[in-house]
């Protein structure tokens, strides 16, 4: 489910990138039970940094076309400031992706698993 919500002033402080230039943010929830691995996710990820959020994009950086593969997104995750993908239940960081394999899961971990 998606919300439009105002940020708190710890939220735009805590994380500046989720707000829009208007001040809000737009909030998806996730439930366990239809969405085991995203739950997961994000329990490990406020387990590790304290903050039970993560950013969705479309992955539509200016000047670039918007990503219509797989192999697209990976090819964009490199340099892009990104810290991970999450990608077909494999989680990419840009340390992973080899130069030249068109962003293959050399290197990628599964997200469920933790490995």
């Known amino acids: 489910m998606s919300f439009a919500v105002p940020g708190t002033r710890r939220g735009r402080c805590d994380l500046p990138e989720v707000f829009h230039r208007n001040g809000l943010a737009r909030v998806q ?6 969405n085991p691995l995203l739950a997961a996710i994000l329990t490990l990820t ?3 940094t304290g903050i039970p959020v993560l950013i969705n994009t479309s992955l539509n950086i200016k000047g ?4 219509g593969t797989a192999d697209m997104a990976l090819d964009r995750l ?8 999450l990608l077909d ?3 990419h960081t840009e340390r992973t992706q080899e130069p030249g394999c068109g962003g293959r ?3 990628s971990r599964s997200a469920w698993s933790g490995e």
């Open 105 to 107: 899961r050399r290197g």
């Open 78 to 85: 490199t340099g892009s400031g990104l810290d991970g993908l």
């Open 46 to 48: 406020a387990a590790r």
């Open 89 to 91: 239940d494999h989680w």
């Open 64 to 67: 670039k076309p918007i990503c």
């Open 29 to 34: 929830t996730v439930d366990a039970v239809r």
